[in-house]
């Protein structure tokens, strides 16, 4: 078993070095400021970034609908608790990434489905962590 | 500090790229097809090794590639440039200076890294792999010509994964002496060929030459090869030969710039000089890039530096297209607020005059002006394979000319009806 993308994630730098402004914005400042990019805000390093369609309903509970899109974010570390895209026997899937006592599960949100036990034997890798869901009401 | 050159080059990208999305192709052969699926323009290391020669014609090799359980796709340049860009970029971000040389290539100066340039290799090679999906290898030298024999050697050597760094080898003259000498960057098949009737095979052979005799035979060109595989740098960033895979047009600014319009009008002088080179070597383009640059050493400055692939229809030579379609990657790419210190216009996805595909559909009412070299052409595949095989809409419609791209994988990163799907289920 791998988890597969983990790499150099100490090794970062800031895209532009300014933060976008929360508050609200002082008269007094010049007007520089651009409109707020949704782009950044999803998707901060966009070189790593990728949008994937969901099928099916097994994340419900994580806000995760059938035809939602979802941001993937590939240079972030997978860790426990992290909903992932994960690769399992050649198969792409979206769950969450569990800890269960000594070994990973990849847990739906849904009761009607089972978790997946990540074994030894498992042919498993993280392809991406996904960081927002674009859902259309 | 000496110099450190860095080759960052991504393995058998076109490949890597239909992986990315596709991980059960890992270790499986795959194979990649010119515009209208003409014949085989990339493969990945398994699909070499089954003996598929670069260039085959599909329809000869297909019964085999076939048997093989080889995976064969149309040429995808929306994902492929996208995917170059992407590469770039993070090189960008992490390199103190890049230059971009091919659509899979790029040259970076890793003198004074923290940490020194092979850890640095490392780091950067499993980084660009985790965030693009594409796996790159990493050649390092005191100089560009090195630097890319060492990229060599690392790609075809298991034991180097992925980064050699020629400086530190023990015995650096092993890796020249293992290099043909029509391998080294800058001497072209004509020169390989005179050198080996008089005996010089090797990378090795060719350094020891005189440098009188080099001079004389093979211009200044021969003898800054020469130098540089002494060791002695005689190519700085942006100049040495071009590459065969792709036209690139760049340029620092003498100031830095900041508006879009001067940005647009630099684009468009780039892409004119390179639309002037691909006519100049009768080919057409597939794909343009469009890169934009902040200048990485004024600290304290905020940093930008992006890519815009526009992947093109119809591969064309046709100066005005690909000014319309660089500008247009431009605007995508342009933010305000950034004192810009370079761009530049790289055309991939070359193919020949003669071997391209015309879409008439395509042509807009206006296009009077390209009605001779039209002609031309359709004459030319015409004669090639035979009559009508490209014709006039207006002579009747049935299919037979419409563009063949049956087994292009989907635009991925670039159309929304075509995203990856995963199941939750």
């Known amino acids: ?137 | 500090m000496p110099a450190a050159y860095a080759l960052i080059d991504c393995n058998n990208f076109y490949a890597s790229c239909e992986r990315v999305f596709r991980p059960e192709l890992r270790g499986r052969p795959v194979v990649v097809l010119s515009n209208n699926d003409g014949c085989v323009i990339a493969r990945s290391a398994e699909a070499k090794e089954l003996g598929v020669g670069m260039g085959t014609p599909y329809f000869k090799c297909r019964t085999m590639l076939e048997r093989q359980g080889v995976a064969v796709f149309s040429s995808n340049y929306a994902l492929y440039g996208d995917l170059s860009a992407r590469v770039m970029r993070v090189l960008g971000r992490f390199c103190p200076s890049v230059e971009i040389y091919s659509i899979d290539e790029a040259f970076a100066d890793l003198s004074g890294v923290p940490g020194g340039a092979a850890a640095f290799s490392r780091r950067l090679r499993a980084t660009v792999e985790a965030w693009t999906g594409i796996p790159v290898s990493i050649g390092l030298g005191p100089t560009k010509t090195l630097a890319k024999l060492a990229n060599r050697f690392a790609k075809k050597q298991p034991r180097c994964r992925g980064v050699f760094d020629l400086a530190a080898s023990p015995d650096p003259d092993r890796v020249l002496r293992w290099t043909d000498v029509g391998e080294v960057w800058g001497i072209g098949p004509r020169h390989a060929k005179r050198l080996r009737k008089l005996g010089v095979r090797t990378a090795l052979d060719f350094r020891e030459l005189k440098r009188e005799w080099v001079r004389r035979k093979m211009t200044v060109t021969g003898l800054h090869t020469l130098l540089e595989l002494r060791g002695l740098p005689c190519l700085d960033f942006a100049s040495g030969p071009p590459s065969k895979k792709t036209i690139v047009s760049s340029r620092s600014f003498g100031h830095p710039v900041t508006r879009l319009e001067d940005l647009m009008e630099a684009t468009a002088q780039y892409a004119t000089r390179a639309a002037e080179k691909l006519r100049r070597q009768r080919s057409v383009a597939g794909h343009v890039l469009v890169h934009l640059e902040t200048n990485r050493f004024r600290l304290g400055e905020p940093q930008y530096n992006n890519a815009a692939p526009v992947p093109l229809a119809v591969a064309t030579a046709h100066t005005p297209d690909l000014i319309r379609a660089a500008q247009a990657g431009l605007k995508r790419i342009f933010r305000d607020g950034y004192a810009y210190k370079k761009c530049g216009v790289m055309l991939s996805g070359l193919e020949s005059e003669d071997g391209r595909w015309l879409s008439l559909l395509d042509l807009p009412p206006d296009a009077h002006g390209r009605h001779a070299p039209l002609m031309r052409a359709v004459d030319a595949c015409n004669s090639r394979w035979g009559r009508d095989t490209v014709k006039f809409a207006a002579s009747g419609l049935n299919g037979t000319w419409r563009m063949r791209r049956e087994l292009c994988s989907p635009r991925y990163t670039t159309a929304w009806e075509e995203l990856l799907t995963v199941k939750a289920g």
């Not at chain 1, 997946?116 to 991406?128: D, N």
Request: some cysteine; proline content about 9%.
């Open chain 1, 1 to 137: 078993m791998a988890v597969g993308a983990l790499a150099c994630a100490r090794h970062r730098l800031p895209l532009a070095g300014e933060a976008v402004p929360a508050g609200f914005p002082s008269p007094a400042e010049e007007y520089l400021e651009r409109p707020l990019d949704l782009n950044e805000y999803v998707a901060p390093r966009p070189e790593a970034t990728f949008f994937v369609r969901v099928s099916g309903d097994s994340m419900i509970g994580a806000g995760i609908h059938h035809g939602d899109l979802l941001v993937v974010d590939r240079s972030q570390e997978p860790r426990p608790g992290n909903v992932v895209i994960a690769l399992v026997d050649g198969e792409f899937t979206v769950k969450r990434l569990v800890r269960e006592g000594e070994g990973l599960v990849l847990a739906p949100e849904n009761e009607a489905y089972a978790p997946i036990a990540l074994t030894p034997e498992t042919e498993f890798s993280v392809w991406g962590v996904v960081r927002h869901v674009v859902h259309r009401v």
